[in-house]
Nanobody
Framework: QVQLVESGGDWVRPGGSLRLSCVAS????????MGWYRQAPGKERVLVAT???????TYADSVRGRFTISRDNAKNMVYLQMNSLKPEVTAVYFC?????????WGQGTRVTVSS
């Protein structure tokens, strides 16, 4: 059982930046996908960004060019650098790990963008 713990969520003004972090409780094979989803109030959980060894990162169209996903396999961590934040990205952000046979989710970290 892999436990994922997110951190870094906060309130920020439009145009600001945040960096989300997620640490896994055990080594995650680099071939497994790690990434971020978000869920806004009353809406479905949607993909934000995902990263897997040997492949280019995948981003939602709404965040491409403003968000950057990165991963430190030695530390079992995945990060999401979020720049030029807009109110519409306000949501709870969830870290996940996924393979062909399993998936694990964190509890989420809240990001609020408002003036």
């Amino acid at each position: 059982q892999v436990q994922l713990v997110e951190s870094g969520g906060d309130w920020v003004r439009p145009g600001g930046s945040l960096r989300l972090s997620c640490v896994a409780s055990q080594t995650i094979y680099s071939g497994y996908a790690m990434g971020w989803y978000r869920q806004a109030p009353g809406k479905e959980r949607v993909l934000v960004a995902t990263l897997r060894a040997g492949r280019d990162p995948t981003y939602a169209d709404s965040v491409r060019g403003r968000f950057t996903i990165s991963r430190d396999n030695a530390k079992n961590m995945v990060y999401l650098q979020m720049n030029s934040l807009k109110p519409e990205v306000t949501a709870v952000y969830f870290c996940y790990v996924k393979s062909d046979s399993m998936e694990y989710w964190g509890q989420g970290t809240r990001v609020t963008v408002s003036s």
